[in-house]
């Protein structure tokens, strides 16, 4: 009795385990991210002004996954247009930020061409590299290649989340650059991060601790938080949790005017054009909505703000 009352108790705890998840990475937190809170109010009487920032948009890699991860295809939009799962064309982003102060930042990291040519040593095991569909990524610019292309050296990389399609270019990342994540990006537990844990391990082992920007509420109640990054007006960071639990959007404003890095607050055209919220992929898909119609308000207050989404122009 006492034999089976132990097992009981360890198939408890292994399936409580199970339920709550885990995080998607082990990898430790260090101090708080840079920057300070700010407010919907002050980034908007600041939009319409050019900025110093200069910003380019690479595409690294061309893929193709799934509508229904992309586009949540039980949406009223995509049913009234009948919309069907099928293998949609995307693209895989870096985002080159410099500022004439502080240097260049990368917006999520492109892919690296390590990863692309093994991605087993890289920490992707058989299961993820089966549906992930590695072999349909076909590098246009390496991670490697855009730092060399840089005029400088890399002072940090600001994470619009953690999937592996965002970090997939850390091999290329040297060790002592910066790293920073939205508000319980690393920490909050879901079960899918089982699968995955392992290889977002892999892929920021012996890099940097995580800094994470702690986000308060926006007296305005339009965002979740903003803050500053720079504490110049330069760049906002914008918690738009949903689709991760620190999901983070970037308002930029550069010398050729705003840009808004929606990071897959919204994946696609045709998702930002009808207001639906990415499908599968995402883990809290009202909130995700909720967040996604926030942006386009604010877009809507600016038109000419310039929209980059997650994964397509």
């Not at 720079?230 to 639990?245: L, N, Q, R």
């Not at 207050?301 to 994964?311: A, C, E, K, M, N």
Request: aromatic share 6%.
């Amino acid at each position: 009795m006492k034999t089976k009352h132990r097992f009981l108790l360890i198939l408890g705890s292994a399936l409580t385990l199970i339920l709550q998840g885990c995080t998607v990475t082990n990898h430790p937190l260090g101090k708080q991210a840079p920057g300070r809170t700010s407010s919907s109010a002050e980034m908007e009487r600041l939009i319409d002004q050019p900025g110093p920032i200069q910003l380019e948009t690479i595409s690294s890699a061309d893929w193709s996954v799934p509508l229904s991860g992309l586009l949540n295809l039980k949406s009223p939009a995509a049913i009234e247009a009948g919309l069907k799962d099928r293998d949609e064309p995307i693209q895989i982003y870096a985002h080159l930020l410099k500022h004439p102060k502080f240097g260049n930042y990368l917006v999520d990291t492109g892919v690296s061409r390590k990863l692309v040519n093994d991605p087993g040593k890289e920490g992707l095991n058989w299961l993820i590299r089966k549906v992930m569909h590695i072999e349909r990524i076909k590098l246009n610019k390496s991670t490697a290649e855009i730092l060399q292309g840089m005029d400088g050296k890399l002072s940090g990389v600001f994470f619009t989340h953690l999937h592996i399609d965002h970090i997939s270019g850390m091999p290329d990342i040297p060790n002592d650059v910066p790293l920073y994540i939205g508000a319980s990006e690393s920490t909050e537990t879901n079960l899918k991060n089982m699968f995955v844990q392992g290889a977002t391990d892999q892929l920021l082992e012996n890099k940097r601790p995580l800094q994470e920007w702690h986000f308060q509420p926006d007296p305005q109640n339009k965002f979740e938080g903003v803050i500053d990054i720079f504490e110049d007006g330069s760049v906002f960071a914008i918690s738009v949790p949903g689709h991760t639990p620190g999901s983070t959007a970037f308002l930029i404003r550069t010398t050729q005017g705003p840009v808004l890095l929606t990071g897959d607050t919204c994946h696609t055209r045709w998702g930002w054009e009808h207001t639906v919220e990415p499908g599968d992929f995402t883990e809290d898909n009202e909130r995700n909505l909720k967040n996604l119609k926030s942006l386009k308000d604010l877009v809507a207050r600016h038109p000419q703000i310039d929209v980059r989404l997650g994964h397509q122009r």
